[in-house]
């Protein structure tokens, strides 16, 4: 509409590049999404918050700035939200999974940089994402190499840039960091917004967070049953969502859809037969709208169950324990959970691969897909132990390794035919 379009000028987008934009999303969405059969009802409310993406959405955070609150983007799960709220602001998540303005992007970044962060500079260099230019601060952090010293070129790219240092080995010094980090934070969103985080804001975040959770929690184990009630493309939709989404209507929608597959499960209802090969995806985030692998899994005669990845259960598993009475003794809670996240910037990383396990068990999977980014040192590193261990334990598993160009979709899909074949 032209209002939309007067907020995009507004907030300084290129009209031009962010029509082209919203074209192929609107179209890959199209194909991919809309395509698909027997979808829950309740994936109707996904379908508008994808319409809407950079209009309605944008339009509330706006809203919101007018009355006061400040928006707060991020690349990370570790950035934790529970502080933001408390402090009066909200978290958009600003990772993106599509690649734009490439040319621009390796004039400030080796060739060799994974395309998450290449789509970061890319939608920065090209003026087309109104969130990152709706917020007020943009929170950067240690993480990957790749990511750290990105963020020193993206410092020069816009003037509010935060960072913050992150742990890397899980160890009483490292959990200290991130303490320290995270009062630091703490004080840095009290000045941003003015407003002083109290024991009793603390506490409502906390629970508005552990409600958010909680509810894909939910929907996670329903995936359990077999014939799967939902896809894991519109399971991994609802998890992309979870990071741009108002908090309290997200919770709402998705519970909602748990009531309907609840009652699908009931009925033994799926959206692919009975014993479909279920598939497990674990590795790097795909975040909106890298829909690539699962579009590839779930048109070769599989389903995925469930996402070891931090857009997925691994940024979403744990809850924070909302007992305390001080903002002392919460923001301990917050570092507690925020300290289990088993990134693979994390040296050793055990857990990882526990809970990959796990997550095999639990949803039934027949096999393991490794998702990484091609130049993800981390996650690439780490999936070579990964795949060992699971073959060990007789868990087929199928390393991949791809970025967000549609190029070799016709090689990957050979790959996880012959993958689908053998579970
Ligand atoms: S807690 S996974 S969201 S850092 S894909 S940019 S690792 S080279 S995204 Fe992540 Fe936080 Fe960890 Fe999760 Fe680097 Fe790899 Fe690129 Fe990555």
């Known amino acids: 509409s032209e209002d939309y379009r007067s907020m995009w000028t507004e907030l300084g987008l290129d009209l031009e590049a962010h029509d082209a934009l ?74 993106s999974g599509a690649d734009f303005a490439t040319e621009d992007v390796e004039r400030l970044l080796p060739r060799n940089t994974c395309a998450l ?65 995270y009062n630091r934070f703490k004080d840095a969103m009290e000045s941003l917004t003015g407003v002083s985080i109290t024991a009793d804001s603390l506490k409502q975040a906390i629970r508005t967070v552990n409600a958010k959770r909680a509810a894909l929690h939910r929907l996670s184990a329903l995936r359990k049953a077999d014939p799967a009630p939902i896809s894991g493309l519109d399971a991994l939709l609802a998890n992309q969502v979870f990071f741009y989404d108002n908090p309290t209507r997200f919770t709402d929608s998705v519970n909602k859809i748990c009531d309907e597959l609840e009652k699908r499960i009931e009925a033994e209802q799926g959206v692919f037969p009975e014993k479909t090969p279920r598939v497990l995806v674990a590795g790097c985030p795909q975040a909106v709208p890298n829909w690539k692998l699962p579009m590839i899994v779930e048109t070769t005669g599989a389903v995925i169950v469930g996402e070891e990845s931090c857009v997925g259960e691994r940024g979403t598993r744990n809850l924070t324990d909302e007992s305390g009475e001080t903002v002392e003794a919460m923001l301990d809670a917050i570092v507690d959970r925020y300290f289990k996240v088993d990134c693979a910037i994390f040296t050793p990383n055990p857990d990882r691969l526990d809970h990959i396990q796990q997550m095999v068990a639990d949803y039934r999977a027949d096999g393991v897909i490794h998702y990484g980014l091609q130049f993800c040192q981390p996650y690439l590193m780490e999936s070579i132990p990964v795949e060992k261990a699971l073959e060990e334990a007789q868990i087929p598993c199928l390393r991949l390794e791809t970025d967000y160009s549609m190029e070799d979709v016709g090689q990957l899909k050979t790959r996880v035919e012959a993958f689908v074949e053998l579970l």
């Open 22 to 95: 919203l074209g192929v999303l609107g179209q890959a969405y199209q194909d991919i999404y809309l395509a698909q059969k027997d979808r829950p009802e309740g994936m109707g409310y996904f379908d508008f918050v994808m319409s809407e993406v950079h209009g309605l959405r944008i339009k509330e955070l706006l809203d919101e700035k007018t009355a006061g609150r400040k928006i707060v983007g991020s690349y990370c799960v570790f950035v934790p939200e529970e502080i933001v709220l408390a402090a009066n602001a909200t978290l958009v998540g600003l990772c």
């Open 117 to 181: 962060i290449k789509s970061a500079f890319g939608f920065k260099l090209g003026k087309v994402c109104p969130y990152l230019e709706s917020a007020d601060m943009i929170v950067g952090e240690n993480t990957c190499d790749g990511k750290k010293k990105a963020y020193e070129s993206l410092a020069g790219l816009v003037d509010n840039l935060y960072v913050m240092d992150l742990p890397q080995v899980k160890h009483e010094n490292g959990r200290a960091l991130l303490k320290a980090e």
